[in-house]
């Protein structure tokens, strides 16, 4: 089973990109925001707990989320591997990820990091906001809080697979096809 993860801020288009990935690769892609979004829209206890944290810009606990990629992996066994789209996105989710894999002696393969300037998470977020109607889109306080919960939680992840030895950059503000192209390379 192969195992990537697709990092970067909010706004990096990890979103586009994955669909073109999961498809090619014939990887299952797992957005922990696309769940977590599901969760919300059903109305569920789940949803609701997360739909304060979520619209302020704020992370869900970790075991929440460990607990959904979890459950995806050990219901998903019939496909080439998994996309992870928004996770992990703390040191404590990376850990618990990697304990997860050695349990089943795999590891994560590659870690795909789009990289953008945070003037450019602003303007993309803000033409998303027009496009999908997300309400932690709309507003610009809580865009902040996301670039910023990034920058104090979710960056610290960049060290700790430099170390382990499977991280790769590849530049987010290129069009769409040649951030593909570029993706396509590395895997
Ligand atoms: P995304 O669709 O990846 O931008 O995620 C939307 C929101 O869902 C995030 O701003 C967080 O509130 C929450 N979320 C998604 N993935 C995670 C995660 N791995 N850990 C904690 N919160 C998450």
Redesign the pocket.
Known sequence: MKYYILFGP?GAGK?TQAKFIAEKYNLLHI????L?RKEMAAGTPLGLQ?KK??EG????P?EV?VGMIRNTFSSNKDVNGFLL??????IA?AEKLDQMLAEGGEKVDKVLSLTIKDETIFERIAKRAQIEGRK?DADPATIQN?IDTYHAKTEPLIDYYKNEGNYCEIPGEQTIEEVFDCICKVI
């Open positions: 909010p979103g957005s922990t925001g696309d977590l997360a944290l979520i810009g704020n992370l869900v970790d989320v789209d928004g996770f992990p996105r703390t989710q932690d996301r």
